[in-house]
């Protein structure tokens, strides 16, 4: 059951029954409001009142209710009522909220009703306001002090509530707790600011996913074309036959500069003062190959450092059996 107003629910009045003899009258119940449970019936009599406290059914032709003029529904179950007050802070153009909860309970529905109490928010908000040291607890902090203005009005609002608490006739009144609200204003800055970080911590551990990315793949690429290769086709990104074809193409690119050399040094007779079986002429130049297309990568060394020619075969005679670019050139001439 929710409703607009505690203790009294709700007041009417009533009208003269039907019947002009007044031991044949009876009041149509349903002039009268519906009692919930937790809810007693108080009718105005005029010059008393009548409280109906037991549960049970009506008949409309009880004294009370036929003589009635008035009748309330009051709520006596207890029940936490909370009261909003607000307080200023440093600066002028934010206030803090201050919600106050009171734990009620009707001992009294005549006394209630008799005294017109409607709505118990409006007295406890009275006896709230009349603190004089609570509008000035704020005016010390800016917003974003929002957990010191909760200390200091908590602190507040309990010694004072026990010196002075609200007496209310008819009604049990006892203080219970104290809220400080978060400005809406606090909340949206505040959280503006955690997703800006949010989102720099996002952006700076993508950013160092991307470098070691970009590190391993630079490892990668200095181990040779073979390693990428299958990384390739790890990653589904190429098929077995198309690295195999660019292999063979590699291969075939090789065999052609080998044999482009051979031609070159035998049609200037160097082949015939080699004193060397040409398979491992063939072999030494094919190793040559493979080393030079790595170094400038990797930098691996093959009997000598970086970017110096390989280790060589020799002839019987005690001479290179390869000749780099520049002795070939010097022979040739």
């Known amino acids: 059951m929710t409703d607009s107003t505690y203790p009294v629910i709700c007041e009417r009045p009533l009208d003269r029954p039907r019947s002009s003899f007044l031991k044949f009258a009876r ?20 010059s008393r009142y009548a409280v109906f406290e037991d549960r049970r059914h009506l008949t409309g032709r009880e004294e009370a209710v036929v003589e009635a003029v008035a009748v309330s529904l009051v709520h ?22 201050v919600r106050v909860a ?9 006394t209630v009703v008799r005294d017109g109490l409607l709505d118990v928010t409006g007295p406890l908000l009275d006896h709230i306001k009349r603190d004089r040291e609570l509008d000035s607890l704020g005016v010390s902090y800016p917003v974003d002090a929002i957990n010191e203005v909760r ?41 503006k600011i955690r997703d800006t970080k949010w989102q720099q911590n996002l952006k700076d551990l993508e950013g ?7 590190e391993e793949l630079a490892d990668l690429i200095r181990t040779g074309p073979e390693v990428l290769e299958a990384l390739a086709i790890a990653r589904g990104e190429t098929r077995v036959s198309h690295a195999a074809d660019r292999a063979y193409a590699r291969s075939a690119e090789d065999q052609g ?10 049609k200037d007779g160097h082949l015939e003062r ?6 491992l002429l063939v072999q030494a130049f094919t190793d040559s190959l493979r080393l030079r297309r790595s170094e400038p990568a990797s930098g691996i060394e093959s009997g000598g450092g970086p970017g110096q020619r390989p280790r ?5 005679g005690g001479d290179d059996l390869l000749l780099d670019e520049d002795e070939l050139n010097d022979e040739q001439s």
């Open 27 to 46: 009041r149509d119940l349903s002039e009268l409001p519906r009692q919930e449970p937790g809810t007693v019936l108080v009718f105005d009599l005029g």
């Open 76 to 97: 006596v179950r207890p029940r936490r009522v909370t009261v909003d007050v607000r307080i200023p802070s440093k600066s002028p153009a934010d206030v803090f909220r």
């Open 102 to 110: 009171f734990q009620c309970r009707v001992t009294d529905p005549e």
């Open 151 to 191: 200390d200091e009005v908590n602190a507040e609002l309990s010694a004072y509530c026990t010196i002075h608490p609200p007496r209310i006739r008819g009604m049990e009144v006892e203080f219970g707790m104290v809220e400080v609200a978060t400005p809406s204003a606090l909340v949206d800055h505040a959280s």
């Open 208 to 214: 160092g996913f991307v470098t070691k990315q970009a």
């Open 257 to 266: 500069k080998i044999t482009e050399l051979l031609a070159i040094l035998q």
């Open 274 to 279: 080699l004193n060397v079986d040409p398979s």
């Open 312 to 316: 060589s075969i020799t002839a019987e």
